[in-house]
């Protein structure tokens, strides 16, 4: 009996589909993963580019001790050999660590050609984890700029803004005080602030650093210490008017009737608008009264990263998508609304 025939390509491959023979042509003509192999763990080194400088012991120790127990679950990934017959990591160094305290003497490997798409798929992969330092990822983020990434690239790989991007690459040139705390991990955004109070108020950036741990490093914080700078800049502004150039206090201006010791007549002048000098706050007939500070009509309660605080949407913050939050049992913090669950309102 002769072979049914059929009238088109579509019944063809219909039939095929239906047969799977259709599926197993197609497995076979896709491309194979790259090979996979154990390689022994003396002729691997890691790459003197990695981003990541510090890994952290205790989950380390975790990961050796599953290593341990199941092996490497995941090949790591290295170039061909160098001349010297070493193959250098490209991703995995964590799991080559690991496996070395584990005792292993093999771990298997993919190996694989640096390209730049790969080394921009590295940088990538250690920036998006949670546990690099502030540093680590700004030297990341200098590695992708001088790879020749744009900003808007940079910004699209990661899940960022174009701004966060430009924050951490500016770390590159700040002074070496702002780089010690961004590798102790402060924040990105409050090294940007710190950076620009250093270029107005060295001596007290420098005492201020001297003084807080990373983790008081905060927007918050750095805002304090803006605070007391301008203070202190609008009192040796009022102790330069108040004395000539030549160090010589100057004479009262005509129609102005100085007070005793004050022969320039400049806290009299002071004085009738309420002010004094030394920052206290002279009572004056008919003056009118200091305005009083915005005072919020409810307490906000608030939930964050499951803790408790309250809500300040009376202070100022640096964006109209952050408000500051007194968060309970620790310190204030200018957090995004976003990440902040409204509990309960209480009427003052």
Do not use: C, Y
Request: charged residues 25%.
């Amino acid at each position: 009996m002769a072979p049914k025939k059929f009238n088109s390509t579509t019944e063809t491959l219909d039939r095929l589909a239906a047969s799977g023979q259709l599926s197993a042509l197609m497995r076979k003509n896709a491309p194979l993963p790259p090979a996979q192999r154990e390689m022994p763990l003396e002729d691997i080194v890691a790459d003197p580019e990695q981003p990541r400088r510090h890994f952290d012991e205790e989950q380390l120790a975790s990961l050796s001790a599953s290593i341990k127990a199941q092996g490497v679950l995941q090949a790591i990934t290295v170039q061909p050999s160098d001349e010297d017959g070493k193959h250098r990591i490209i991703m995995g160094e964590r799991r080559f660590q690991a496996a070395q305290r584990a005792g292993l003497k093999t771990i298997p490997v993919v190996i694989r050609e640096m390209t730049a798409e790969l080394r921009m798929a590295q940088l990538t992969e250690n920036v998006q984890r949670a546990d690099l330092t502030t540093l680590e990822v700004a030297e990341a983020v200098a590695a992708m700029r001088a790879a020749g990434q744009s900003r808007s690239a940079i910004a699209q790989s990661l899940g960022w803004n174009e701004g966060e991007v430009s924050r951490f690459a500016a770390l590159a040139t700040m002074p070496a005080a702002l780089k010690e705390a961004a590798a102790d991990n402060a924040p990105i955004r409050a090294l940007s602030d710190l950076h620009a109070l250093w270029k107005k108020d060295e001596e007290a950036v420098s005492a201020f650093l001297a003084e807080a741990s990373a983790g008081e490093i905060s927007r918050v914080s750095v805002e304090r210490l803006r605070a007391e700078i301008d203070t202190k800049d609008i009192r040796a502004e009022e102790q330069s008017t108040a004395q000539s150039p030549a160090g010589q206090k100057a004479e009262a201006p005509e129609g102005v009737t100085p007070m005793p010791g004050d022969p320039s007549g400049v806290e009299g002048r002071a004085a009738e608008s309420g002010l004094s000098l030394s920052g206290t706050v002279r009572t004056v007939p008919n003056a009118m009264p200091p305005q009083k500070a915005v005072q919020s009509a409810a307490t906000l309660r608030i939930e964050h990263d499951g803790r408790m605080g309250t809500m300040h949407i009376e202070r100022a913050t640096s964006s109209n998508a952050f408000v500051i939050v007194s968060l309970d049992g620790g310190h204030e913090e200018e957090l995004p609304l976003s990440d902040i669950k409204l509990v309960e309102v209480r009427r003052n």
